[in-house]
């Protein structure tokens, strides 16, 4: 492994404007110990040349500052970044940092869902089931799970005290009588896509 070879050959392909080696510039800088702003410059470099995943390196590094205006500014520049979709939704849901609104969150939740994102899954349930920023809509909502079944997801018994679970396009009430493992397997024979998000154990299986 030699940082110091891989710095100079991305940087050839930087000068070559390929916005990918000065993401990967950053990184080997940040893997260096080298100064912070050299990190923020490289990534600054990247998104100037069509890279939105460097907004969401750019907002981690000012979360980290506690610059949370500078989080936000480039949180809105990587609306096209899934990951800067998310963390924007939930700023918005939560408003403590940023103001307070629903809709936005649920309009960005919606987007990174569609890519993917297991988190944005989770809260755009969530924002059905209680009509955040959108209408209450139960049978696309998620229906939270409070008990203490055992479930086996990884070849071993886990005791789960919490769970939320969010079956897409089925009615699916859950009780607190019910297990969630065997949900889960009747779901999964019925080819049903569905998003699980074990809370204690911080796991999102879809």
């Known amino acids: 492994k030699n940082v110091n070879a891989a710095i100079e050959l991305f940087k050839k392909c930087a000068d070559n404007e390929h916005s990918l080696s000065y993401t990967y510039l950053a990184k080997c800088y940040e893997e260096m110990g080298a100064d912070e702003q ?14 939105y995943k460097a907004c969401y390196h750019l907002s981690q590094i000012y979360l980290q500052k506690e610059d949370y205006l500078r989080q936000i500014e480039w949180l809105l520049k990587g609306q096209n ?3 800067c979709l998310r963390d924007l939704g939930i700023l918005c849901y939560e408003g403590e940092i940023a103001q307070l609104d629903y809709k936005k969150a ?34 696309r909502g998620m229906y939270p799970f409070v008990s203490k079944p055992s479930i086996d997801l990884k070849g071993e018994d886990t005791i789960v005290s919490r769970a939320m679970i969010y079956v897409r396009n089925v009615d699916c009430l859950v009780t607190p009588d ?3 493992y065997n949900l889960i397997i009747e779901q999964l024979e019925n080819n049903t896509e569905i998003t699980v998000i074990l809370i204690d154990e911080a796991q999102f299986l879809t």
Not at 38 to 51: F, K, L, P, R
Request: glycine fraction near 8%; charged fraction near 20%.
């Open 38 to 51: 050299i990190v923020i410059d490289c990534y600054e470099n990247a998104y100037a040349q069509g890279s």
């Open 81 to 83: 970044d899934v990951d």
């Open 106 to 139: 649920f309009e960005c939740f919606y987007k990174a869902s569609e890519q993917g994102d297991a988190i944005s899954n989770y809260y755009v349930a969530l924002s059905y089931f209680n009509g955040h920023g959108v209408d209450v809509d139960e049978e």
């Open 178 to 180: 019910m297990n969630v």
